[in-house]
């Protein structure tokens, strides 16, 4: 008997630990560290030794069709186009004489490189798509350390072009944008680039780029540092600097997300831009973390008609207007904020319902929340479903807690039966 009690109680003791587990699993999940997750960016992130670029030949301008081979011949290139020894097309100037890309690569899937090259020129006309390198349908490219300054766009990246890397470059002063992927580019890493002083966009994805990752580049002084719009998704943006990005008479936003879902905005500094650090529209499920939106002209962050996106351990301080503004917006979740030195720290307008504004830190405000929404009950919508995991976690374990007490009950009648 004494043995039965012993299985029975380690049994009830292994039940408890998994459940406490799972719990503690769930708090993990949702309750982010104010600290664990933030990491400065310093000048030596953004700034490399530009004397290091030496171009040392002159070239006209250079198109490949999937025809590396004839681009070899022709003494554009070196290499085989494997991954130990991808084609390489390095130290050149190209002048694109304002009617043409300097680079186009198309339809290529071999491994190939572009270095230390100066790409301008490549059209200043409203109509015309050209730039300083241009990627079309193509894979496995790697573009380092070049200057594609003073085109439409410095890097455009467009129809399908995925697996590419782009790191180191500049692309600045272009008459559109910095650098762009376009159109189905999915899987690129945009790494350690200055993207400044562009007309409109220092960094764009657009048009269904999805799983890219854009990480500790630079892009300021445009007239919006980084857009993601046109239904893209699963993008993850991180330690990069969005500021000071301003020009008069203009919306000028640091990141401007339209349209798009699922991306992850982490540990960026998004300061001193014209008008609002972070503006979201009519883009759900993204999630912004970590992030310092200080000191921008009107709101921090500016939330219009968007839905169950999720804002944990920003730092919103000292913009013009409001910290956060959720206008025609519902099931939001802003939690574990800093928000210091606002008109108003949280304004929810009366067209807005069912967010939740949980855990924040405030000081120095006007008013901390002006908080005009509608209630969920008053339009038959219930809270986002914060608590879905753990209430899936304890059904779970009341089922396994009364499983387990079944068995035990029929493994006591059955030594019963045997004793007698």
Partial sequence: MKSITKQRTAFLAILGFTLLSSFLLYLNLDLYSRDSHKYPIGRNDFYFNISNLQTSKISGK??????WTDAKSAGICNGSGTWNDPYLIKDLIIDGKNSSNCIRIQNSSVYFKIENCTLFNAGSDWS????????EHTNNGIIIDN??????????????????????NHANENFYTGIALNTFCNNNTVYRNFANSNSVFGISISWNS????????????????????SFSKFNKIIDNN?????????????????????????RNIVKYNGWEGIQVYESNYNFFLNNSIINNGDHGISL??????RFFGNNISLNGQYGVNIEESKSNLIKFNTINSHVVGIYLDDQSRCNIVLNNFFSGNGADILN??????????????????????TIIGITILITGAVLVLRSLLRIKMKNR
């Fill in 210 to 229: 999805h799983n890219n990752t854009v990480s500790k580049n630079n892009a300021t002084r445009n007239i919006i540092g980084l857009e993601i719009s």
């Fill in 304 to 309: 219009i008609r968007c839905d169950e996106n």
């Fill in 62 to 67: 250079i198109h490949i069709n999937n025809n």
């Fill in 242 to 266: 969005f500021s000071y990005n301003t020009f008069p008479g203009w919306s000028t936003n640091g990141i401007r997300i339209s349209r798009a879902e699922n991306n992850s905005i982490t």
């Fill in 147 to 168: 200057n594609c300054s003073k085109n439409m766009y410095g890097i455009s990246l467009v129809l399908y072009s995925s697996n590419n890397t782009i790191y180191r």
């Fill in 128 to 135: 015309s798509e050209y730039a300083g390198i241009l990627l």
């Fill in 372 to 393: 005009h929404q509608r209630t969920c009950e008053e339009i038959g919508l219930t809270p986002p479903p914060i608590n879905i995991v753990f209430i899936s976690l």
